[in-house]
Nanobody
Framework: QVQLVESGGGSVQAGGSLRLSCVAT????????MAWFRQAPGAERQGVAG????????LYADSAKGRFSISADNAKNAVILQMNSLKPEDTGIYYC???????????????????WGQGTQVTVAS
């Protein structure tokens, strides 16, 4: 069975950086789309960044543009989220999501992804 294993979360001060990693295991097939979502307490899960692993095209939420970068390591069936210039509002649980089929519509919509990781906590202090 496919599993998404996340790592790299932690606590940093504003302006710091974190590098999140998500590795898909249990399959030899590369995911078509992988994305990162953030969920803050009392808030709904929101898309942060997503990537088409075939075309290597990336999509970012407005809040992430210019600060975050997403990349795919297809050899490892993994996706990386490099987060720089972190702000307190970036705090939340970050979930990795993947789709092995097609993604129709918004690639930053949670409903587009049937596979999810367990989440990794990111805390940014001012």
């Amino acid at each position: 069975q496919v599993q998404l294993v996340e790592s790299g979360g932690g606590s940093v001060q504003a302006g710091g950086s974190l590098r999140l990693s998500c590795v898909a295991t249990g399959t030899l097939y590369r995911a078509s789309y992988m994305a990162w979502f953030r969920q803050a307490p009392g808030a709904e899960r929101q898309g942060v960044a997503g990537i088409d692993t075939s075309g290597a095209s990336a999509l970012y939420a407005d809040s992430a543009k210019g600060r975050f970068s997403i990349s795919a390591d297809n050899a490892k069936n993994a996706v990386i989220l490099q987060m720089n210039s972190l702000k307190p509002e970036d705090t939340g649980i970050y979930y990795c999501a993947a789709q092995w089929g097609s993604v129709d519509g918004d690639r930053l919509a949670a409903t587009s992804y049937p596979h999810w990781g367990q989440g990794t906590q990111v805390t940014v202090a001012s």
